[in-house]
């Protein structure tokens, strides 16, 4: 079974350049150049990696994005961008982006980031999986990304359930700092490693109502969660 990708670009010869070239090493390709219906073609779709510029009309990359989060975790997602501005990265990490490619780009990279992508990343959740958890006073609807506690309810980013699904999958145990970042991000540079200090500090602001939670750093080795 061919690997199918979505691809959205507004840029018409720029596109069907891509698209040949996918469709020659193999891959099946869904091409969409109007950002408002990127979203409609991925429910019919249902691609396996997600290729999104980001200056789109109608609808950008970004927003995009979220609504393909809300509709599934795991799907790679990688952007597409002419300009690679430090805050348009963190933006896109937050809502669920996977890597960045800077305009102008060769096959052979797109290509490999591909690939990597495909290999590291986790295939969807089963309907039959357990999608809540409870953690102490809290429950993590993991399918829907959000974090209740009471009758209050937090919309978690992509990067944050994923993070928190993995701290609670290995909770009381040692989590190595470079296995989180090779997880989730697919290497530990300098930058992610900076990226995953946020996150950590966001969680454990989370969990404030429960004291009896606590993410602990372990110097120079990772992390534990400890749960009541």
Not at 87 to 111: A, Q, T
């Amino acid at each position: 079974m061919s690997t199918t990708v979505l691809y959205v670009e507004d840029e018409l010869f720029l596109g069907k350049i891509v698209k040949e070239s996918l469709e020659s090493r193999g891959y099946t390709v869904a091409m969409e150049s109007d950002g408002a219906n990127a979203t409609a073609l991925f429910q019919k779709v249902q691609p396996d990696i997600c290729v999104l510029d980001i200056m789109l009309p109608n609808k950008d990359g970004f927003a995009i994005a979220d609504e393909i989060r809300e509709l599934n975790a795991d799907v790679p997602i990688i952007f597409l961008t002419a300009k690679v501005q430090t805050e348009d990265v963190v933006k896109g990490f937050n809502i669920g982006g996977n890597d960045y490619i800077r305009k102008p780009f060769s096959m052979e990279e797109l290509i490999v980031r591909i690939q990597n992508l495909l290999r590291n990343t986790p295939k969807s959740s089963t309907p039959s999986e357990n999608s809540e958890v409870n953690i102490g006073k809290y429950q993590f609807q993991q399918n829907r990304q959000v974090l209740r506690w009471g009758d209050e309810e937090r919309k978690l980013s992509f990067r944050e359930s994923e993070l928190l699904k993995l701290l609670y999958q290995n909770r009381e145990k040692i989590i190595d700092r470079r296995d989180i970042l090779n997880l989730l991000w697919g290497n530990d540079s300098f930058f992610n490693s900076r990226t995953l200090d946020v996150y950590v500090t966001k969680l454990r602001s989370y969990f404030k109502e429960d004291p009896s939670l606590e993410i602990i750093t372990i110097k120079g080795v990772g992390y534990r969660f400890v749960v009541g």
